[in-house]
């Protein structure tokens, strides 16, 4: 499969850095009245800063409602943002308007999370993924359908099926047939915005091996947005933990899951369960925080994440932590991160939601249990070795 060059590449001391967003900031009006004045707004995402290198992968984390997709959808410009700034190789994307966006279209692209509504059922799969090419005008060699073809059999779909509607595909196929329409043109980005939580985990971990198969092929860089710790510890080479429009951790995925440094991050990471049979004796501690996520309508002030902090003191409640790199390429916003000096030593004044923020669970594994069980069994056998133990205690 052949694609007509595109731009010509930026110089080699630009390279490294593709995507460079800086106080990103997006705001969702609330209007209320006959003359719908503005009364309050969501602040969907509220001043985040990353960049993403060439041919990395980025993965970004959070609850439900943290501001991923928003943010998503931002970068690739399918919102307009309300402030900050966004550079594609370094020429500024933030306010273009829909015809000089279009050439960058073939360089920036999205894959939806829902694979049943993100596909037109009146379109054929061969419509669908052709419509890149239609849209851009580019002819390859060969012509679309062959082109087409090509692609769906690149991403595990029989060539045969160019012909056919979505209804005739299951959820993991009509995800894969998304895939093929975004990288119908060879882009430098993608934007995947939780592309495996609306299929069964049987066929999640064929799409994200599908994923990593074609940015070795293709040289792709991604962004992935999910909630799935698991599938993001795969995927990702750096990761973003997002907590009501914020970023609050940024680090290498290894530095990350070994010693993170945010308490949302840690909380978020003793939920993950590990399904390792042969941890005798392992008791793993599961962080549950009290309380729901603050509105993004009215966020706390200081940091955001101090009405659920077990760690939070007056500080927290009123001044907002800078988001700086305590290691290397360790970036965190907090005034008293776990694994780190603490950034605010002179403040050790508790706030009081602090003391009941969290309630911590001993998880038995099933490997406790049948040592108990079998202590049980031989429970007789054992009392003369605690009599001698104790014998040689007094």
């Known amino acids: 499969m052949t694609i007509p060059a595109q731009a010509k590449p930026a110089p080699a001391s630009e390279r490294d850095v593709l995507l460079k967003v800086d106080g990103l900031v997006k705001h969702f009006p609330i209007k209320k009245g006959l003359l719908q004045r503005q009364v309050a707004a969501v602040q969907a995402v509220d001043g985040i800063s990353f960049d993403v290198r060439s041919g990395e992968t980025l993965g970004v984390v959070g609850e439900s409602g943290c501001g991923k997709s928003t943010m998503g959808r931002l970068i690739t410009r399918l919102l307009e943002p309300t402030g900050g700034r966004v550079e594609f190789e370094g020429t500024d994307i933030t306010h273009l308007g829909t015809a000089k966006m279009r050439p960058l279209r073939r360089d920036v692209q999205m894959i939806f999370q829902d694979p049943y509504s993100s596909l037109n059922p009146r379109h054929t799969i061969g419509t669908i993924v052709g419509a890149p090419f239609k849209l851009q005008g580019v002819n390859p060699e060969g012509g679309i359908k062959k082109t087409v073809q090509g692609m769906l059999e690149r991403v ?209 594994t099933a490997a406790d249990v049948a040592d108990a069980e079998s202590a049980d069994e031989g429970a007789p056998a054992k009392e003369p070795e605690a009599e001698t133990t104790d014998a040689t205690k007094d």
């Open 156 to 364: 595990g779909l029989s060539p045969e099926h160019y012909n056919r509607y979505p209804h005739e595909f299951s959820g993991g196929q009509r995800q894969r047939i998304g895939i093929a329409r975004a990288l119908a043109l060879q882009p430098k980005l993608v934007v995947a915005d939780e592309p495996v939580s609306a299929l069964d985990v049987s066929i999640q971990a064929q799409v994200v091996n599908l994923l990593d198969d074609l940015q070795d092929e293709l040289g792709l860089t991604y962004v992935i947005i999910a909630h799935d710790l698991s599938v993001i510890r795969h995927v990702s080479d750096r990761i973003a933990v997002m907590y009501l429009g914020k970023i609050v951790e940024l680090a290498d995925r290894k530095d990350l899951y070994t010693k993170p440094m945010h308490p949302y991050t840690k909380a978020l990471l003793s939920a993950v369960p590990v399904p390792d049979p042969k941890r005798r004796g392992v008791k793993s501690e599961r962080i549950l925080l009290r309380g729901d996520v603050p509105s993004p309508i009215d966020p706390p002030k200081g940091c955001r994440f101090h009405t659920r902090c077990w760690k939070a003191t007056e500080i927290c409640a009123v001044k907002e932590p800078p988001f700086v790199a305590l290691e290397t390429a360790h970036q965190v916003a907090c005034h008293h991160p776990e694994n780190a000096p603490d950034q605010a030593p002179e403040d050790t004044k508790l706030l009081s939601v602090a003391r009941e923020a969290i309630d911590v669970v001993s998880v038995t």
